[in-house]
């Protein structure tokens, strides 16, 4: 892992250090994401998970209050979006379970967790319909998290970068893979990772596309790749609406 996210990791791991989880309990309804991929797809519209992304090691920093990720994510609804992802972790992505919970909230579609899984407590606290579980970063554990998260009712979204991980992936129960275009070791951004994955991938399962997705150019070039939809923060949050419709109406 490329030093950066050691020191992420590192700091998850004192964060998690304090959680308790006597009083976490799950409270909301799930919804559902894949139906809305599918009438997305069905309008010949790209499916949209748009990011309410307050910065990251690699991007300057937006100072990003609950209100503020509520009202972000509810110009990306109105664009178009079929699921809002909320950054959770605060330390190098300037995120907040207070911004997750305010967005889950605010807006009717399915809402996703983005932050570095690590401890079982972290699914526990989680109030939230989808929660992101990096193949790479879990290794011999994806399999544990996978139907931990699936027993507390979250669908798990798993990302992966190369092959090795991928398979480790399709022996889940995960009905969702997340291909991230950006290498974990170098952090360096390749489309044609996506590209590559996809064909290894059986037709039982959603893949998502992650990072790197400039434009509506970007976006139409994974789909017609073989993705069922995009995951997209840094390109759209200077303006939620209109970016996310873009990329929703790129084909």
């Keep these: 892992m490329h030093r950066v996210i050691d020191d992420i990791l590192e700091s998850t791991r004192r964060r998690v250090a304090h959680l308790h989880t006597a009083d976490m309990r799950r409270e909301i309804d ?13 309008k010949n519209k790209i499916p949209v998970l748009a990011e309410v992304k307050p910065g990251s090691p690699t991007t300057k920093k937006r100072e990003i209050t609950p209100k503020d990720a509520s009202e972000i994510a509810l110009e990306m609804e109105a664009g178009g979006a079929v699921a809002i992802s909320v950054l959770t ?10 911004n997750l919970y305010a967005v889950r909230k605010s807006v009717k579609i399915p ?16 109030e939230s319909d989808l929660i992101l579980l990096i193949s790479g970063i879990l290794g011999d554990n994806l399999k544990k998290f996978v139907d931990l998260s699936l027993v507390y009712g979250l669908e798990p979204l798993v990302e992966v970068h190369n092959e090795k991980e991928l398979m480790d992936a399709l022996n889940t129960e995960t009905r969702i893979i997340g291909i991230n275009n950006r290498n974990l070791n170098t952090l360096a951004i390749d489309l044609s990772t996506t590209e590559h994955l996809i064909p290894l991938i059986p037709d039982d399962r959603i893949i998502i596309s992650e990072s ?8 139409a070039r994974l789909i017609n ?12 949050m200077d303006d939620p ?8 109406d790129a084909l």
Excluded: N, S
């Design 89 to 98: 972790e605060p330390d190098f992505f300037y995120g907040g379970m207070e």
């Design 30 to 42: 799930h919804r559902d994401i894949i139906p809305l991929i599918q009438r997305q797809k069905d």
């Design 111 to 126: 809402v996703l967790r983005k932050d570095f899984i690590i401890d079982e407590k972290q699914i526990y606290e989680t």
């Design 225 to 236: 790749a073989g993705a069922d939809a995009v995951l997209v923060g840094t390109a759209i």
């Design 212 to 219: 790197g997705i400039r434009d509506a150019v970007d976006a």
């Design 241 to 248: 609406f209109d970016r996310t419709k873009r990329l929703v």
